[in-house]
């Protein structure tokens, strides 16, 4: 099955800074990653998305680049602001069926 | 206004003592799906069912079941609760066709002493 790995697993950043988040997938029939972001006692909520026959996407200060070949897809956050603290995670899925797989998480601190 | 919705949203229960954490969707999605999430592990998908009557383990179905009689309802069923089985639990929905965004519950903080 699938596996989604995701670095780094805390990432604390001064606001104005920019923060990157990584995840590698190994199944390449994977074609859907999305980001959900989830702030404390709420739910994930997704964020940006990207699907395979796309290579960015921008969406204000948040970006997605993905790599097919190398199987990996990044997150962008420019300009950081203290309300972008909270858990990030990225995942991957295939058209059918909409099983989603999860990576780890990342705990983004922005330091006013 | 869509939504998903988990009940109850905390409970502390006892080993053994069978319990259901309901789920509803008032989206006509056919796609739905139960999660846990644990400290360190992410979120990890325990069933998922693609329509009525039609569903499927995912990563971590050991000591649950779940069923879909109607479209709009995904009931989590823990027979035998477990403490192992302490975790905030998520459901999920989402359309079938093509790549769509999962929507997720309010989640649920289930505690087995």
């Known amino acids: 099955g699938e596996n989604v790995e995701q670095h780094p697993s805390t990432l604390s950043v001064q606001e104005g800074d920019s923060a990157v988040i990584k995840c590698t997938y190994s199944d390449s029939a994977s074609n859907y990653f999305p980001w959900y972001k989830q702030e404390l006692g709420k739910r994930p909520q997704l964020i940006i998305d990207?699907?395979?026959?796309?290579g960015e996407k921008k969406d204000q200060r948040i970006a997605v680049t993905l790599n097919k070949t190398a199987k990996h897809f990044s997150l962008h956050i420019t300009e950081t602001q203290p309300e972008d603290s909270a858990v990030y995670f990225c995942?991957?899925?295939?058209?059918?069926?909409?099983?989603?797989?999860f990576g780890g998480g990342t705990r983004v601190l922005v330091k006013p | 206004e869509a939504q998903v919705t988990q009940n109850p949203r905390y409970l502390i229960t006892v080993t053994g003592k069978k319990l259901t954490v309901t789920c509803s969707q008032n989206m006509n999605h056919e796609y739905m799906s139960w999660y846990r999430q644990d400290p360190g592990l992410g979120l990890r998908q325990i069933y998922y069912s693609m329509n009525v009557e039609v569903t499927d383990k995912g990563d971590v179905p050991e000591g649950y079941k779940v069923s879909r009689k109607e479209k709009r309802n995904f009931p989590l069923i823990l027979e035998s609760p477990s403490p192992n089985q302490t975790s905030l639990y998520f459901c999920?929905?989402?359309?079938?066709?093509?790549?769509?965004?999962?929507?997720f519950g309010d989640g649920t903080r289930l505690s087995i002493l």
């Open positions: 995942a991957a899925s295939k058209t059918a069926g909409n099983k989603l797989t």
């Open positions: 990207i699907r395979s026959n796309v």
């Open positions: 999920a929905s989402s359309p079938i066709l093509g790549s769509q965004p999962q929507h």
